[in-house]
């Protein structure tokens, strides 16, 4: 996508290596935290039914500035300091 000049955004770290502008990744150390979490309430005798299906809270926002400088992209200073930079 970065030879081709477009912005891409991606969903895992591994789009970023290959070129992805912006990645929304999951933050997999505290998905893995809510799992124990609910696998314990269910060892503790919660229904899996009676359980809410949850989401990713805060995922991790990664530029990629190889990228971003080829596209010749500005992201905001206040995007920027809650970001990981990566290649």
């Keep these: 996508m970065r030879a081709a000049k477009i912005p891409s955004i991606g969903a895992q770290k591994k789009f970023m290596g290959n070129g992805a502008l912006l990645g929304v990744i999951p933050d997999y150390y505290a998905l893995g935290q809510e799992v124990a979490m609910m696998v314990h309430r269910h060892r503790t005798g919660e229904a ?40």
């Design 48 to 87: 899996l039914g009676d359980m809410r299906i949850g989401t990713v809270k805060e995922p991790i926002l990664m530029i990629n500035e190889t990228t971003r400088q080829a596209l010749d992209i500005t992201i905001p200073k206040g995007l920027v300091k809650n970001t990981v930079v990566v290649y």
